[in-house]
């Protein structure tokens, strides 16, 4: 006698998943997320919400709020700009190019990342104040305690983003595709525009959109070199802290509302620009 076994009975909530845990990593992601994230955001919005709707417009029209959400975008953007450009030029000289001193050199990039913010103002107020060793050289100019000083510490706390962004993926670029558009005549801008920069572009745009967030909201480099002076070199968060010391906490949180749109509006734009380049490019 021969004995059959009967197959096991089908799963009636679809096919078996080889990981198994995805409903408790689900759940853990959008809790830590929503007491890491979500929940302090629901809090500053309904802080704002607490001051009459006529506050609330003249807060967010007045003339220094304006200003200094001017100074703190401006500023970031300047800023991001400037590191998309230079944080390229540097990730191609330490990934194509052997020289003396090149590990030191790359860890010096990370510098920012470990140094704190406040002595980092220190440090740049310092140089570029009038009598300071750079900022002497340009005595006419001056450079600390106006917008152009802000401008230097976000380039300054923001350049390792782009670097470290794009240096990866020029590591894993294929000099043949180079060499190929060589034996083809592509003189070299031709093959840098056509070859290497679209697939360079994504990770490009990703560091872009990290060093200015990261700029948006800098606070600790700043307020040493800024000047804080209402309507000229005054930033968003040193008029948040303003507001908290005259315990105008309403007030605060409208200025950080605003900051919290005028940022997601900003990534937003970034992430769809991304987006386009990927399909336009490929996802590198």
Same mark, same amino acid.
Request: glycine residues 8%; without cysteine; aromatic residues 8%.
């Given at each position: 006698?021969?004995?059959?076994?009967?197959?096991?009975?089908?799963?009636?909530?679809?096919?078996?998943?080889?990981?198994? $845990?995805? $409903? %408790?990593?689900?759940?853990?992601?959008?809790?830590?997320?929503?007491? %890491?994230?979500?929940?302090?955001?629901?809090?500053?919005?309904?802080?704002?919400?607490?001051?009459?709707?006529?506050?609330?417009?003249?807060?967010?029209?007045?003339?220094?709020?304006?200003?200094?959400?001017?100074?703190?975008?401006?500023?970031?953007?300047?800023?991001?700009?400037?590191?998309?450009?230079?944080?390229?030029?540097?990730?191609?000289?330490?990934?194509?190019?052997?020289?003396?001193?090149?590990?030191?050199?790359?860890?010096?990039?990370?510098?920012?990342?470990?140094?704190?913010?406040?002595?980092?103002?220190?440090?740049?107020?310092?140089?570029?104040?009038?009598?300071?060793?750079?900022?002497?050289?340009?005595?006419?100019?001056?450079?600390?305690?106006?917008?152009?000083?802000?401008?230097?510490?976000?380039?300054?706390?923001?350049?390792?983003?782009?670097?470290?962004?794009?240096?990866?993926?020029?590591?894993?670029?294929?000099?043949?595709?180079?060499?190929?558009?060589?034996?083809?005549?592509?003189?070299?801008?031709?093959?840098?525009?056509?070859?290497?920069?679209?697939?360079?572009?994504?990770?490009?745009?990703?560091?872009?959109?990290?060093?200015?967030?990261?700029?948006?909201?800098?606070?600790?480099?700043?307020?040493?070199?800024?000047?804080?002076?209402?309507?000229?070199?005054?930033?968003?968060?040193?008029?948040?802290?303003?507001?908290?010391?005259?315990?105008?906490?309403?007030?605060?949180?409208?200025?950080?509302?605003?900051?919290?749109?005028?940022?997601?509006?900003?990534?937003?734009?970034?992430?769809?620009?991304?987006?386009?380049?990927?399909?336009?490019?490929?996802?590198?």
């Amino acid at each position: 006698m021969t004995q059959t076994l009967a197959p096991l009975p089908a799963s009636t909530k679809g096919p078996r998943r080889l990981i198994p $845990g995805f $409903g %408790i990593t689900l759940g853990t992601t959008v809790l830590y997320l929503s007491l %890491i994230v979500l929940i302090p955001l629901a809090a500053l919005v309904l802080k704002a919400g607490t001051a009459p709707l006529d506050q609330i417009i003249q807060i967010a029209t007045s003339k220094r709020t304006i200003n200094a959400l001017r100074v703190s975008f401006g500023s970031a953007l300047i800023a991001g700009i400037v590191n998309l450009v230079f944080g390229l030029l540097i990730a191609w000289v330490l990934v194509r190019y052997r020289f003396p001193l090149k590990r030191v050199v790359d860890a010096l990039v990370d510098l920012p990342f470990a140094l704190p913010t406040a002595v980092a103002g220190i440090a740049l107020s310092t140089l570029y104040a009038p009598k300071g060793w750079i900022g002497s050289l340009f005595a006419p100019m001056k450079i600390a305690f106006t917008p152009t000083g802000i401008v230097i510490a976000l380039i300054f706390i923001g350049l390792p983003f782009v670097v470290r962004t794009v240096q990866p993926v020029l590591e894993e670029l294929e000099t043949e595709l180079e060499e190929a558009a060589a034996t083809l005549g592509a003189n070299r801008f031709q093959t840098i525009l056509h070859v290497i920069l679209p697939r360079l572009t994504p990770a490009a745009l990703t560091g872009f959109a990290l060093a200015t967030a990261r700029a948006v909201g800098e606070y600790g480099s700043v307020i040493f070199i800024a000047g804080n002076i209402p309507n000229i070199s005054e930033i968003a968060p040193v008029l948040i802290v303003i507001r908290l010391e005259e315990f105008d906490q309403a007030g605060a949180a409208v200025v950080a509302m605003l900051m919290l749109v005028f940022s997601f509006l900003m990534l937003l734009v970034i992430n769809l620009i991304q987006a386009w380049s990927r399909r336009r490019f490929g996802d590198v």
